[in-house]
């Protein structure tokens, strides 16, 4: 059977003076621009976003906090926003959850955005898709778009200027990224777009490996270096022209669907937001890196979980349950919680909750006597 389908991929600057490039790139979309981001994200950008733009015709006319949260509610403040209203363009600024919010608003829309992350701790700046959270801060679902953000716009000088904290939990998120899409991947007969995406995938963990102990030492001193360029451009763009080619979800056809970007590491992590001692100490990407070495388990990978177990302890992600607030008797509720998730429908083989739980057990099981040698 032949498909008919468009791709949109994401586009993107990078570098320390690449808000020069803002007025040409968006001018075909209009003169008002409108930012929308986090509070602490627009302080940090506002200097260098006016001095990108000026003495050209592109005006930010006001910046908007996006509420806190990406959620359908916050999103129908910015609609009912005067400045977003009179905004010919959308600049989304900041981190996962405030471009998500701007994305999704832009989406349900149809206002032209452009995103500017402000923190390298996920991809969420150039996917298609949005993660959107009921009001008291559970998840809620994926919101799919026809496309990502039309340019993405990285500096690395304010990432450099960022939380070394947020690139080391978007380290322990993208490090998830190749060995999911693979084992996602798996005995399923796939067209071109995923195949790509697959392909793309298998080049993310090596950057990470490398650069990543050197990027997390250069964003503490401050400093905009390869490293930092590195890292940056794998945890935003690598990964997101991943999550642009695996997920194809709510379509019309629903045979035609798949969703192979993310998978058990990530049913690790949703499972753990039950637990608000979890969810509320610990950082999204800090709690998919142990998920990562979960999934190594369940695949009986376990010479790559050795190597993850030496990178994880290597920069402090977690390699076992205690690390990140949780016991072995909040596994059972984590398998749970993961079986009603997209991803498992995509997991290879018959996975059962037994034996997830298992997996997870043995891992924490194998952190312990690996802190342990150490």
């Known amino acids: 059977m032949s498909h008919t389908y468009s791709e949109f991929l994401p586009s993107y600057s990078v570098g320390v003076d690449c808000y020069k490039a803002i007025p040409e790139i968006v001018k075909p979309y209009g003169k008002k621009a409108v930012a929308v981001g986090g509070k602490t994200a627009m302080e940090k950008s506002k200097k260098a976003l006016l001095e990108g733009i000026k003495g050209s015709d592109i005006e930010i006319i006001d910046f908007v906090w996006y509420g806190g949260d990406s959620s359908y509610e916050n999103v129908e403040k910015i609609k009912n926003n005067p400045s977003v209203q009179k905004a010919d363009m959308v600049f989304g600024i900041g981190g996962g959850r405030a471009v998500d919010t701007a994305k999704t608003y832009c989406a349900l829309y149809n206002k032209p955005l452009f995103t500017f992350p402000t923190i390298a701790s996920n991809c969420a700046s150039c996917t298609s898709l949005s993660v959107m959270y009921n009001p008291d801060g559970t998840f809620k679902e994926y919101s799919y778009h026809k496309a990502p953000a039309i340019h993405t716009f990285i500096n690395t000088k304010i990432i450099a200027e960022s939380p070394e904290k947020l690139m080391w939990a978007g380290i322990g998120d993208a490090l998830s990224k190749e060995y999911e899409v693979i084992f996602a ?74 969703y192979y970007n993310s998978s058990l590491a990530h049913c690790v992590y949703y499972g753990a937001s039950l637990f608000p001692q979890c969810e509320r100490q610990h950082l999204h990407g800090e709690i998919v890196s142990f998920g990562v070495l979960c999934l190594l388990t369940y695949d009986g990978q376990f010479e790559e979980r050795n190597r993850i177990f030496e990178f994880n302890r290597s920069i402090g992600l977690p390699c076992t349950l205690s690390e990140i607030a949780l016991t072995p008797d909040d596994v059972p509720a984590i398998a749970h919680k993961a079986a009603s998730v997209v991803e498992w429908k995509y997991v290879p083989g018959n996975p059962t909750e037994d034996a997830f739980i298992n997996a997870i057990l043995a891992t924490d099981k194998a952190g312990k006597e690996f802190l342990a040698d150490k």
């Not at 963990?205 to 030492?217: C, Q, R, V």
């Not at 590195?230 to 669907?257: C, M, Y």
């Open 185 to 258: 991947c798996r005995e399923k007969n796939m067209i071109h777009t995923p195949l790509l995406g697959k392909a793309i995938a298998s080049a993310s963990t090596e950057p990470l490996i490398s650069f990543g102990k050197k990027a997390l030492e250069d964003c503490k001193n401050n400093v905009p270096t390869e490293a930092i360029e590195q890292v940056a451009l794998d945890i935003i763009i690598t990964a997101g022209l991943v999550s642009n080619f695996t997920v194809h979800e709510n379509n019309p056809n629903p045979e035609e669907d798949y």
